[in-house]
């Protein structure tokens, strides 16, 4: 009996392992069906949203890769700005070491002179050629009157006098400023001669004792005095007026101070002669004259406070 039921009870588990196996194979078929239709169905959203994503993801590194070269950028300016600025200040000291050994060259051949080195600190823009400010005072010496003179291309100048003293500062008035007169003196540039030997047809004629050496001659320098105003018409430009018509004065001829106002010490270089104008009459003449110094680009001076001027302007 057993045997018989035995051999149902095999046959029932295979059938059912067998109907299990077989649901099981269909339903996974069907879930894949499922899936792959769903796939199909929302790829296109699946390709957009992924496609937003890469872009956000580009634009971010984007923006961090231009903030990375915007600071890079910032720097290299930065740098640029330092290396100008370093070059302006090493030309600034070339220069003004440059004035520096001109000015010390100066007080060796003026041992007389006792010198005071300054910068100009302040100047009026409406006012250019008027006065400008230097950063030394009555703390180191500057009295009221002293002669101020500056070196250009190696050439000293006249730039004005000491009109006010402060304890470190000092106004300096310029000598362009048409409300002052400078008591100046222009020469005639040098001309060398040389002296003939005398009227012989055949020098080798001429015995030693009658030889006259060939030795170039110098005239004697002419010196005509008049009085230097700031030009009204030219800023900038000076004119020395009251010269008579015989002054045989030369452009290009050099004009110094005289000192005989007292308000300069003398033999301080003003300009040269750039073009020369009779008056109405033919009685009088006038010279323009072109500083040694460009006032426009005075940027130190010298403050000549040994010896002193004799008189003081305002005193």
């Not at 006249?158 to 100046?184: F, Q, R």
């Not at 540039?189 to 030693?208: E, F, G, Q, R, Y």
């Not at 170039?216 to 020395?240: A, D, F, H």
Request: cysteine-free.
């Amino acid at each position: 009996m057993w045997e018989k039921w035995k051999k149902h009870i095999t046959i029932i588990i295979s059938i059912s392992i067998l109907l299990v196996l077989m649901v099981l194979t269909i339903g996974s078929n069907y879930h894949r069906g499922i899936a792959s239709v769903a796939d199909r169905a929302f790829y296109p959203i699946q390709v957009i949203f992924k496609s937003i994503s890469n872009f956000g993801t580009k634009t971010m590194q984007n923006i961090k890769d231009f903030k990375n070269v915007q600071n890079q950028r910032d720097e290299l300016l930065f740098e640029i700005a330092q290396l100008k600025k370093f070059q302006s200040e090493n030309q600034e000291l070339k220069r003004e070491n440059k004035s520096l050994l001109e000015a010390l060259n100066y007080k060796q051949k003026n041992t007389e002179l006792t010198m005071a080195f300054s910068r100009v600190v302040m100047r009026d823009p409406s006012d250019w050629y008027k006065g400008v400010t230097v950063d030394i005072g009555s703390s180191s010496g500057i009295t009221k009157g002293m002669t101020v003179v500056s070196i250009q291309d190696k050439q000293i100048g006249l730039v004005g006098i000491v009109e006010e003293v402060y304890k470190y500062t000092s106004k300096v008035h310029l000598l362009v400023d048409p409300a002052k007169n400078i008591a100046a003196a222009a020469h005639v540039s040098n001309k060398v001669l040389p002296t003939k030997i005398a009227d012989k047809p055949n020098p080798s004629m001429v015995t030693d004792e009658e030889a006259v050496p060939d030795v170039p001659k110098e005239e004697p320098i002419l010196w005509y005095q008049g009085v230097i105003e700031g030009s009204t018409k030219n800023p900038g430009m000076m004119e020395m007026i009251y010269l008579t018509h015989e002054a045989q004065i030369e452009l290009g001829s050099t004009v110094v101070t005289t000192g005989l106002g007292g308000y300069y010490i003398p033999d301080i270089p003003v300009g040269v002669v750039k073009e020369l104008k009779k008056d109405a009459y033919g009685l009088l003449q006038r010279a323009i004259i072109k500083p040694h110094i460009d006032l426009g680009r005075l940027q130190e001076v010298i403050i000549i406070t040994n010896p002193k001027p004799q008189k003081v302007v305002g005193q």
